[in-house]
C-alpha cells in the first residue's frame, strides 16, 4: 500500500453507485488516501457482447483457427527491460 496515492471510483452508471462510493471513501479514510470519482462507460462491455468487434480493441479469432501470440503482440507496444 505504500505507493498508493489515491482511491478512485469509476462511476459507469451501473449498480448501486451510493453503496461504492461510501465503501470506497471508507478505505480512501482508513488508509490515508485522497478519493476521487472518475466517470466511466459500459461502452466497452456492450461491444464485447454486442460487436463491432474492430481490431482496435479486439482480437477475433474464427472458428476452427488456432491462436497464436501474434496478433496480440500488437495491441499495445510494449518496451520489456
Not at 465503501?23 to 488508509?31: R, S
Given at each position: 500500500m505504500k505507493n498508493y496515492k489515491r482511491?478512485?471510483?469509476v462511476d459507469h452508471g451501473a449498480g448501486?453507485?451510493?453503496a461504492a462510493r461510501a465503501?470506497?471513501?471508507?478505505?480512501?479514510?482508513?488508509?490515508n488516501l485522497s478519493y476521487e470519482?472518475?466517470?466511466g462507460s459500459l461502452e466497452?462491455?456492450?461491444r464485447l457482447i454486442n460487436g463491432p468487434w474492430d481490431n482496435d480493441d479486439f482480437?477475433?479469432?474464427p472458428p476452427g483457427q488456432?491462436?497464436?501470440s501474434a496478433p496480440f503482440m500488437m495491441l499495445h507496444a510494449i518496451t520489456l527491460i
Open positions: 482511491v478512485a471510483l448501486d453507485i451510493q465503501h470506497a471513501h471508507e478505505f480512501a479514510e482508513l488508509f470519482e472518475i466517470p466497452y462491455v456492450r482480437v477475433v479469432v488456432a491462436v497464436d
